[in-house]
């Protein structure tokens, strides 16, 4: 190794020191120096970083919120108050006025942008002057430590728990950014009484979304919560920048209201001076309303639907409803003059519903008569208790008919005495009217036929239209029986209306809607077009109950049809008007009876009141326009049995007719009969034309035929056919009303030889004899509309044969048991 010599050290040494005077190589050592200081400020901001991207519980949801609930028009039904018993709506920072929140801002906290949570030098003024001084206490808060306080319930009045405030502070603006700290502060910001934020105080206030306030009301929202209790209390004397001396100005706001938003906007103007000609703005009256004075506007229809937000999961801040506040206005005004004008006939109660058959929207509803009247349960929701629908379900019943081929509007119905089974029905009036068509029966609400054409439908049966088509809480069909067409069961007054809207809109079935935002369900398909139009067509046929001839627009039809339950329980009327579905009520909540309650008596007059009303405040009130169904035709019938004319009938006229569905017969009631002029006999044949005339008579079943004579209806009885003549086959076969088909019939042992049972038929007019056979044996012989009873020997099945004069026969099964 060779030697290093000492001049090469000293270069050596000369290099190095020119190195470390390098600027690099000072960086370099100062880095190194100060490594764990730099460590520590990156740990802190990873810290920083880390903490405002964990999750955190959204601000909104650290108090509860009230609900305002709208009506279709955007007028305030409703404001809630939240679970707390305050008022508090939470209404997004986009969704506020730039004036507010500037405002706020200028008022309050004017270094929000810039602070980390607390501005020291307010909080230093604030020390000086409450505890150095002994002024005034003042806080020195930011809007971030106002926060704090209302969010954490803070007691910030010592030394103590303004250190707690601010460290509280400190942690939302670690956890949330400005605008999310500065939104949360506007909803919950105090503003009197129990009021909350901006968006419930501008409700209650000014009657209006915070979105849409004015300068002056904004920059008043915004100076209150600093006094809330002081500034938004009510003024004591007049003010002397309002001339209002013919006015109430128990709500203007009051001097130190008025002095602070002056100041906040002498400084507005400084910062925005395009806003000067606001000032003469600033010197008109504002009115702050009271939350006494809050809406609370179709009170019913607003819990039910809050209650079903609550049930589906639906809950929102904004309700926007289907309601209708001027209609709903409507139907409370003539509820309660219905109930004042015959509360001397026992009538305290009334209830009415409103819907809208073009998207079922309800439009109004009146759940009692008085909402606030505790005699009457008046906060009980009528329109849902189940009632006794009595009659005002039969238009279905006929619809379902002619759906299956039972029957047409000109079908002629038999309103006599009959029995179905152990259900022996009678009519209202307890009177009879022998032959009736489907049209007037349905119009004069007759029980027999309907129940008559109820027994006929297979597929579905009544039963089961109602079970699809909603009707909820019903029993099993055999604890109905056929008493369900007359009132047996129970349904709600939004499942009538649902019903009558579904006739409305063709046969399609939809739920109704509460809210602007429910989605239309896919219409569920429960009669045919043409059956639902023909059901309408027969109830715009029924007369209005006060005989009054009222000019109807544009000729708007009515179609509508009555209910009276048993024990004169509930008085119904419910039918289309224009666009609407109008259903009424009127009993009591408790189910006490009234001989009052009569549909047509009490509850019609009021449904046409309303449908009065509703045609003088639209008249050009119109019902929606719908097609014509195909599939439906008009055809001639005889007017005296409804079947197509034959060749004798003298009354002709037309009905709708369903091809392929509608029953399709020739009439018999008109034959002709040939008569010796002579005798005045009937003639046998071979005929004479010399000495015979033909005259035409009506052959009435033996059942109408004896209604007829005990209603005194005059009938030329026709005279008995010789057994010269041919059989007449035009003749009606017989048709056994008793023992009913299916029937099983139960004997005592005991009482054996001492229970017989009645067989009885309805017969042509062409019949005089009726023979009577058990199995193969003769039991005996009766005339047209006489009974024969028949004792059984033994238990077991018998087919029975009833068969008259001419040949015609009817039969069917018979059971028989015996019990001991």
């Known amino acids: 190794m060779s030697a290093v010599s000492p001049n090469d050290r000293g270069a050596e040494r000369d290099a190095l020191g020119i190195a470390a005077l390098s600027p690099a190589y000072v960086v370099l050592r100062c880095v190194v120096r100060c490594q764990n200081w730099l460590m520590a400020v990156l740990l802190l901001v990873v810290t920083l970083i880390g903490i405002r991207l964990l999750p955190h519980a959204p601000l909104s949801q650290l108090a509860p919120g009230s609900t305002a609930v709208y009506d279709d028009r955007g007028r305030l039904l409703r404001l809630t108050l939240a679970s707390d018993d305050r008022y508090r709506q939470w209404v ?30 307010s909080l230093a003024r604030g020390a000086w002057v409450t505890y150095v001084r002994g002024g005034n206490r003042q806080g020195g808060s930011t809007l971030t430590m106002q926060l704090a306080r209302l969010v954490y319930r803070l007691n910030t009045r010592t030394p103590g728990g303004k250190l707690r405030q601010v460290l509280r502070a400190v942690e939302l603006e670690l956890c949330y950014s400005k605008d999310a700290i500065l939104e949360a502060y506007l909803n919950y910001a105090p503003y009197g009484r129990n009021i909350e934020g901006a968006g419930a105080a501008s409700l209650i206030y000014f009657d209006k979304p915070v979105a849409e306030l004015t300068l002056p009301e904004a920059l008043t929202l915004a100076v209150i919560p600093q006094e809330p209790n002081r500034r938004a209390a009510k003024t004591d004397e007049v003010q002397q920048h309002y001339e209002k001396k013919d006015r109430d100005e128990s709500d203007v706001i009051n001097a130190r209201l008025f002095a602070a938003r002056a100041r906040l906007f002498k400084r507005w103007l400084a910062r925005h001076p ?5 000032a003469s703005l600033m010197q008109l009256p504002l009115r702050l309303r009271s939350p006494s004075n809050l809406p609370f506007a179709a009170p019913h229809f607003v819990e039910e639907t809050l209650a079903d937000a609550r049930l589906t999961g639906t809950s ?11 209609l709903q206005r409507v139907l409370e005004r003539q509820a309660k003059n219905h109930v004042e004008h015959n509360a001397d006939r026992g009538v305290r109660n009334a209830v009415a519903l409103l819907v809208d058959t073009r998207d079922l929207g309800i439009k109004a509803l009146v759940g009692s008569a008085d909402y606030f009247d505790g005699t009457i349960s008046g906060q009980v929701n009528g329109a849902l208790a189940k009632r006794s629908p009595g009659s005002a379900l039969k238009p279905f019943i006929y619809g379902l008919g002619f759906d299956q081929g039972v029957l047409h509007p000109q079908t002629v119905l038999r309103d006599v005495p009959t029995a179905f089974g152990p259900f022996a029905p009678e009519n209202f009036d307890g009177r ?13 609400s007759r029980n027999i036929p309907a129940v008559y054409v109820a027994s006929k439908l297979k597929s579905p049966d009544f039963y089961q239209f109602l079970k699809d088509a909603g009707i909820s809480r019903m029993a099993n069909a ?13 349904v709600t007054m939004e499942e009538l209306a649902k019903l009558y809207a579904m006739l409305a809109n063709r046969g399609s079935l939809q739920p109704l809607r509460h809210r602007v935002d429910e989605p239309r369900m896919q219409g569920a398909r429960m009669l045919s077009e043409e059956a639902s139009f023909m059901v309408l067509d027969m109830l715009r046929q029924n007369p209005r109950p006060d005989d009054t001839l009222i000019s109807q627009p544009g000729g708007l039809p009515v179609y509508w049809k009555t209910g009276t339950s048993w024990g004169f329980r509930d008085a119904w009327t419910a039918g289309i008007v224009g666009p609407y579905v109008l259903v009424v009520w009127v009993g009591n909540f408790d189910g006490s009876g009234n001989p009052a309650f009569v549909g047509v008596e009490t509850a019609a007059p009021l449904f046409f009141h309303i449908v009065d009303a509703l045609r003088a405040r639209d008249a050009q009130m119109r019902e929606p326009a719908r097609a014509m169904p195909e599939n439906l035709k008009r055809v001639e019938i005889c007017l005296a049995s409804g079947d197509l004319p034959n060749a004798w009938c003298p009354q002709r006229g037309m009905t709708w007719f369903i091809p392929g569905k509608s029953p399709i017969r020739v009439s018999t009631v008109h034959r002709p009969v040939v008569i010796d002029t002579a005798t005045g006999q009937v003639a046998c044949p071979p005929y004479d034309p010399l000495r015979t005339r033909t005259e035409v008579f009506e052959f009435w079943p033996s059942d109408l035929a004896r209604v007829f004579r005990q209603a005194g209806v005059p009938r030329r009885a026709p005279p008995a056919i010789p057994d010269c003549t041919t059989a007449d086959d035009d003749g009606q076969a017989p048709q056994i009303t008793s023992p009913v088909r299916g029937a099983t019939y139960t004997r005592r042992a005991s009482r054996d030889g001492a229970e017989r049972i009645a067989f009885n038929a309805t017969v042509d007019a062409g019949a005089r004899e009726l ?16 009974p024969l009873f028949w004792q059984p020997a033994a238990a077991g099945e018998y087919t029975l044969r009833a068969i008259d004069d001419r040949g015609r026969a009817d039969s069917r099964r018979l059971r028989v048991d015996v019990v001991q």
Do not use: C, S
């Open 92 to 121: 997004p920072l986009a969704q506020m006025p730039p004036a507010l929140v500037r405002g706020a801002m200028l008022h309050e906290d004017a270094w929000f942008r810039w602070h980390p949570g607390f501005n020291p030098l």
């Open 274 to 278: 395009e806003d000067k000609a606001a």
């Open 316 to 326: 929102a801040p904004v309700l926007n409803t289907t309601l209708d506040l001027d």
């Open 432 to 444: 009879f009217l022998g032959p009736v068509t489907a049209t007037e029966a349905l119009v004069r």
């Open 478 to 490: 055999d604890f109905y029986g056929l008493a369900l067409v007359l009132g047996g069961g129970e």
């Open 771 to 786: 023979y009577w056979f058990v199995d193969e044996d003769f039991v005996g012989t009766a005339k047209p509309g006489e």
